[in-house]
């Protein structure tokens, strides 16, 4: 008992739970970006991690598998030198989980992870979390050894520890649950400081929601509104209630005339917590598709959660055309979007006709896509209600730059690029096929499929297959929804010959630098997955 509490073994087990901890906190870099994805819900990280089409735990069991048999033979080996052979028989232990470190670092994320406060404080929990189990794994272990005195057990002893990197899933949940008990309180008040802080400006506010379309409007909107006022806006894609909250809390009210807030929801009564931070003065619904259907259950449910805007508008209301009339029957003042016609698309851009108060204007965008036209046209018809003319309006619509990563064109050494990677739903994939078809010279396309289409996931994903038949290269990424596209192009016609499977975005852009040459256009759609 007394070699057990001395001061080298104390040492030993300290170093060791040390290892562990470095080695599984690296190994948890990307899971833990899932998880700030997932908005640090446990639930949603689960689904995540659950998913056949996910190979992230069975990753982890073939890594724990690999360790234990590795740690056995190397400790055997080694039993010579006594009761070194145990600690010798760590050495595969960081040499496996190097290298799964290292591979893992080629799985991209389509939201890389963000270094927030937030985040660094959950990675400080994590690391301490696992200092904690592993050294309360490795004293165990060295207390049974000096309680049995068998040989071989003392050999063998830290094969037990090759279980860590197989609940290192659980540990990272372990690690949020205890991270909330500071953030949830902090949140709160955070939140209730923005809503008392806008409540007590002079801002106007405009609420913008749908199943797609909701940045790319916002930002358009921000731009024809900028012309004529001093506007605010939620940053990037940040639609919840602590993004929006950011938004307010880091800028001095007094000095914006209006507030866009982008307002996302994935359940029932999302919406209506956002309109409780910053009930909108004019709202927005851009348009709605079966996305989210994995957490909203039904489509019904979309609808209800997208009409808890018009529910809490204080002035009007504008809705894309062809969701108006589901909500037809709410009891609010609102708007049907009809005002754009006569589009006409090509590579250059989008031209339409844009007609507001009985008068009409020709307006050009570099925006791509018919679509882009109806993001345009709502948008105008938002920055009308809120006092602008049109003439303003179609003067500002020339001036509306590429949305990031939203269908934007990149033009490198004579090839066209087309980055669509925030996009993941139906109708923006359609759209993105019909802008990649009109450019000149071979087309190729990047994509893992689409995703959070609950019951649909495989129905779309196979249609989505089925408009890839006819371009010139298809790419295929990852492992998670590809096999419905694969059988929705091959089912519908398309060439084996020019579709191509790979594991990782790195791959297809080494794949395509084999292929591409000048007058090329390759459109990333949906290019990187990640919770989901």
């Known amino acids: 008992m007394g070699i057990f509490v001395s001061v080298p ?43 056949k089409s996910n190979f992230a735990q069975r990753r982890l069991l073939l890594l724990s598998v690999l360790c234990l048999l590795s740690c056995g033979i190397v400790s055997l080996c080694f039993s010579f030198t006594g009761e070194w052979s145990a600690v010798i028989g760590l050495i595969p232990f960081i040499l496996f989980i190097t290298v799964y470190i290292f591979a893992d670092r080629k799985i991209a994320l389509r ?24 050294y309360i794994a490795v004293t165990l272990l060295n207390f049974a050894d000096c309680v049995w005195g068998n040989e071989i057990f003392r050999n063998l002893r830290y094969c037990a520890l090759a279980v860590l990197p197989a609940v290192l ?12 008990i500071y953030e949830v309180p902090r949140n709160r008040k955070y939140v209730k400081s923005a809503k008392a802080k806008l409540a007590a400006g002079n801002i106007r506010v405009i609420g913008i929601t749908g199943s797609f379309g909701k940045t790319s409007t916002k930002f358009i909107l921000n731009t024809i509104l900028s012309a004529k006022y001093r506007v605010l806006t939620t940053p990037r894609s940040h ?18 005339d209006i507030f866009i807030a982008e307002m996302g929801a994935r359940n029932v009564g999302d919406i209506a917590e956002l309109c409780e931070i910053c009930p909108p003065d004019i709202s927005v ?3 709605l598709c079966g996305q989210h259907l994995e957490t909203f259950g039904t489509f019904g449910n979309v609808v209800k959660a997208k009409g808890e805007i018009l529910e809490r508008t204080k002035q009007c209301a504008v809705i894309a055309d062809d969701c108006y009339d589901l909500y037809a029957e709410y009891p609010c003042n609102k708007q049907r979007c009809d005002c754009v016609t006569d589009i006409e698309c090509s590579p250059a851009g989008v031209k339409f006709k844009l007609t507001l108060g009985g008068e009409s204007r020709v307006c050009e965008s570099r925006l791509l896509g018919r679509h882009s036209a109806y993001n345009i046209a709502i948008a105008a018809q938002t920055a009308y209600l809120a006092g602008m003319t049109l003439d303003e309006i179609a003067a500002a619509v020339p001036q509306i730059e590429y949305i990031e990563h939203r269908l934007q064109l990149i033009q490198n050494n004579g090839v066209n690029i087309l980055d669509d990677g925030y996009n993941s739903n139906v109708k923006g994939a359609r759209a993105a096929l019909e802008v990649l078809r009109g450019f000149e010279g071979r087309k190729i396309v990047v994509t893992p499929g689409l995703v959070e289409l609950g019951v649909l996931e495989k129905q779309e994903n196979y249609e989505l297959g089925k408009n890839l038949t006819g371009l010139d290269l298809v790419i295929l990424v990852g492992d998670t929804l590809i096999e419905p596209v ?24 080494q794949h395509i630098k084999e292929y591409i040459r000048q007058g090329d256009t390759v459109l990333f759609l949906n290019d990187l997955p990640d919770v989901v």
């Open 9 to 51: 073994k104390t040492i030993e087990c300290v170093l060791t739970a040390l290892i562990f901890a470095t080695l599984l906190c690296f190994a948890a870099y990307k899971p833990l970006g899932v998880l700030q994805s997932a908005g640090y819900s446990c639930k949603k990280f689960f689904k995540w991690v659950a998913k």
């Open 111 to 134: 939201s890389s992870v963000t270094k927030t406060a937030r985040f660094t404080r959950l990675y400080v929990v994590l690391f301490v979390i696992c200092f904690i189990f592993s």
């Open 169 to 180: 899933f659980l540990l990272i949940a372990l690690s949020n649950a205890v991270a909330k």
């Open 239 to 256: 639609n919840t209630p602590i993004g929006i909250a950011l938004a307010i809390n880091s800028h001095r009210l007094e000095n914006y």
């Open 285 to 287: 619904i851009t348009g």
């Open 486 to 509: 694969k059988c929705g192009y091959t089912d519908n016609g398309g060439d084996t010959e020019k579709i191509v499977t790979v594991p990782t975005l790195q791959a297809a852009q």
